[in-house]
């Protein structure tokens, strides 16, 4: 018999899937995005309705080319409140961010 502490309820939307049991919350993100360079902070998604983060979150991130080549060029996301940001070094027209990232519970707030 499963222990309730240890089953994970799955939350998603377009880019993003959240995994939450009562220890903890995983991030898995994969979303394509033009992205503007030179350390821009821009919106890489909104998490899904109701989920907000009590704490910023840095997490470094892949961006590869829609032929799933990588760039050379990682960059980071921030976590805040009810969306994601992503900065990066170079330019790109067509690219995928991916990022994985683990917090704490009671970073996750649900309205």
Not at 9 to 26: F, R
Not at 63 to 80: H, M
Request: glycine share 8%.
């Amino acid at each position: 018999q499963l222990n309730s502490d240890k089953e994970y309820k799955t939350y998603s939307t377009d880019g993003i899937s959240i995994e939450i049991n009562s220890q903890c919350a995983m991030f898995y993100i994969r979303k394509s995005k033009s992205l503007t360079g030179g350390n821009t902070t821009q919106t890489l998604l909104d998490l899904p309705n109701g989920i907000t983060l009590k704490n910023e979150v840095f997490a470094p991130c892949e961006i590869i080319d829609g032929s799933w080549t990588p760039y050379g060029n990682t960059g980071y996301i921030n976590a805040r409140n009810g969306q994601i940001n992503v900065r990066c070094k170079d330019s790109t027209s067509t690219s995928i961010v991916i990022a994985m990232f683990t917090v704490p519970r009671h970073f996750i707030q649900f309205s």
